[in-house]
Structures are given as structure tokens and as C-alpha cells.
């Protein structure tokens, strides 16, 4: 079977409730199929609420972030088990901004990963390398060990309920996307960790996504490479770019499935 392809919209710092409004009408007005393709927005915290109630159904809402403990003194965070109460069902966990300029290690973001799954919160979880580490050969090294540290404390049947999105850290926000083969390569290198260390059912089954740059003109060819199912986007998803690439994962299913 061909995975549904996924499509996040990482909307980070950026917007107000009148442009963010304006925004997820255009996206609620465009003519997708959410059949062949899953579409997840992220705003702020803040605006969570009223976006959730604005978006039109197949267009969910996802935190950004959370914390790991279900209440307490934890000023200025959220938990997941909030998140839950207010009907989300997602939120994405690790980001490369997370990661470091909050200091998130492997071990925090599996943590705050394993206790979403058992709020019943499904995980967009980031993972990549920095252009250091490409450029000293690491990359593999990288993305599987922050897969394996997700491995060590969820079960075979919790990745049912996690998309990995490879974000080269490189390539956020740089206008500097990785080619198409690239990406491929290191989304093969993630799904065969996965096959070897969880199983082969759950590499066949889990959606990689690649984020980093992504946009309307080049969202296709990348969504077309086989282990490439969909994209995690930041700036152009404040855009109505946000809509192609919704379409280039569209049209990319229809061509996966047409070729099994
Ligand atoms: O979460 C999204 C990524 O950080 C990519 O951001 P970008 O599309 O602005 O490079």
C-alpha cells in the first residue's frame, strides 16, 4: 500500500491572529484532496484555538512544541495533556530550533515523544544534522542516532503514531534546499535504520518527510523521490505557496500508487 503522503505547515513565530486567519481561509478554500494527502498546520501556541476552530476538516492543528509532565510548576509551557483537552492531535516534537537553541537533547525530545503517544498526541519528530556534521561525514550518524534514542522508549505498535520529518538543519531557512537526490539518500539511510532496528513493517509503514527551504517551485521532484512522503514547511507556508505543495504531494501519491 502507498503511504498517505503528509504535508506540516510550521508556521514558527510568525503571524498575527488577522493574518493567520486570512491565511488558513486561503488554505480552506483551495481544492485538495486530502485523501492522497495529510495536512497539518502549526501556529503559536496562542492562536491554536481559534485556527482549530477556523480550519475546515482534513486541515488539522499542531503545537509546536510541549512538555513532557502532564501539570505542574512549569511556567510558560504547555502540556500535552492540554493539548488534548482542547482536541488537538498533534504536535511536532524536536525541532532543530528546539534542539538548539533550547538545548533539547536526544533523550528530552524521545522523552517528550514516548509521553505524547501516551496522551494520545501523534508526533511530527524532527531530526538532522548540522552543516558541520555533512560536512565531516556525520550525517548518518546523526539521524540514526536521534531515531535509535526514540526506538529505546516506544513500542513497535507507537510508531503508528509518529511522521519523521529530516530537516538538514543547513537547509531551514536558507533558501539552501538539499537536492532531491540528497534528500532521497538520507530518507533511505532513516528508513533502513528503522527496518534494522524496530522493523521492516514499521519502515514500510512510517512517513519520512523532508523539511528545509521547501516551496512550491521545488516541492515536487522532491516529493516524488520514493522515500520522500511528503514535507515539513516553514516560510512558504505562510504563503499560498503552502497550497502547491499540498499539490505536488498530491500529485506524487497518484504517481507512487499508479507504479505498484
Ligand atoms: O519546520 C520547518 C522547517 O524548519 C523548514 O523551514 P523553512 O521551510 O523556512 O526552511
Redesign the pocket.
Known sequence: MTRKLFV?G?F?MNGDLATLTKLVHQFNEADVDVESAEVVI?PPALYLLPLKELARKGISVAAQNAHQLPAGAYTGEISLQQLKDIGLNWV?LG???RRTIFHESDELVAEKTAAAIKTGVSVIF?IGETLEEREGNKTEEVVTRQTDALAKVISEEDWKHIVV?Y?PVW?????K?ATPQQAQDTHKVIRDFIAKRVSQKVADDTRIIY?????GKNSKELCFQPDIDG???????LTPQFIDVIRSAEEAFGHKAARL
Open positions: 506540516g510550521n514558527k502549526a511536532i525541532h532543530s530550533e524532527c520529518a530537516e537547509a531551514i531557512g536558507t533558501g534546499v523539511g528545509g527551504s521547501v516551496s514535507a515539513l514547511v516553514g516560510g512558504a507556508s
